[in-house]
């Protein structure tokens, strides 16, 4: 099983839906949880951190769910802009490497 | 600041050439990583530093080399390319050492080994 696991999709949604995606991690005591975004041939960037009180910055919210071990992205209001790889990223307690998941897909049509 | 840096932006080697993907970064961070990258596999860790002079070993070491003689540059060795390390391979760095502050990555390096 690998270690985060996430829906490589593609996603494609009409721009102004809502739009979701979950990543599960196996290491339970994974400690700090991310979301990075890739455009195409480009390198990731840095979405969002994702706390355990769940926390928004704009039209995106990430929320963690300890108990299950999963966290979310939740884009509302979607632009062609969004249209982009996401990045699931975890990392253990302790540890100084970050693993990534293999990134959900998402094509906002107009 | 230029951020990172990673040179050269493409390469294609032969089976068995040696080559080194040069990385370097301006923001005086002490972790610096090298990722790879193929499709469906997500970013792996090659190797990576907590400071000058010390170097670890990540997910996919086997066939890289690396060293940290300065906080700013983190070269990646390829010592004899083969056709399975063709992929994109990213240099990442980060201010403190425990590797969990953002990541800045560099543009990556797209390598072809024929």
């Known amino acids: 099983r690998k270690e985060v696991e996430q829906d490589p999709g593609p996603f494609n949604v009409p721009e102004g839906a809502t739009v979701a995606f979950n990543c599960t991690y196996s290491?339970?005591?994974?400690?700090?949880f991310f979301w990075y975004r890739q455009d195409c041939r480009k390198e990731p960037k840095l979405l969002m951190s994702?706390?355990?009180s769940g926390n928004e910055d704009g039209r995106f919210t990430a929320q963690l769910n300890r108990a299950s071990q999963y966290i979310s992205l939740l884009i509302r209001d979607s632009k062609l802009s969004d249209s982009a790889t996401y990045l699931c990223?975890?990392?253990?307690?302790?540890?100084?490497?970050?693993?990534f998941g293999q990134g959900t897909r998402l094509t906002i049509n107009p | 600041n230029a951020g990172v840096t990673q040179t050269p932006k493409f390469q294609v080697l032969k089976t068995g050439q040696s080559m080194t993907l040069q990385c370097a970064q301006d923001?005086?961070?002490?972790?610096m990583s090298w990722y790879r990258q193929d499709p469906g596999m997500g970013l792996r860790l090659i190797h990576y530093?907590?400071?000058?002079?010390?170097?670890d070993q990540g997910e996919v070491p086997n066939g890289y080399n690396v060293s940290r003689s300065t906080t700013e540059d983190f070269p990646l060795r390829l010592l004899s390319a083969a056709p399975s390390q063709t992929s994109v391979y990213f240099c990442?760095?980060?201010?403190?050492?425990?590797?969990?502050?953002?990541?800045?990555f560099g543009p990556g390096t797209r390598l072809t080994v024929l």
């Open positions: 290491n339970s005591a994974s400690q700090s």
């Open positions: 923001m005086n961070h002490e972790y």
């Open positions: 530093s907590v400071g000058a002079g010390i170097t």
């Open positions: 994702v706390y355990s």
């Open positions: 990442a760095s980060t201010e403190s050492a425990s590797g969990e502050d953002t990541q800045y």
């Open positions: 990223v975890v990392k253990g307690q302790g540890a100084q490497k970050l693993v």
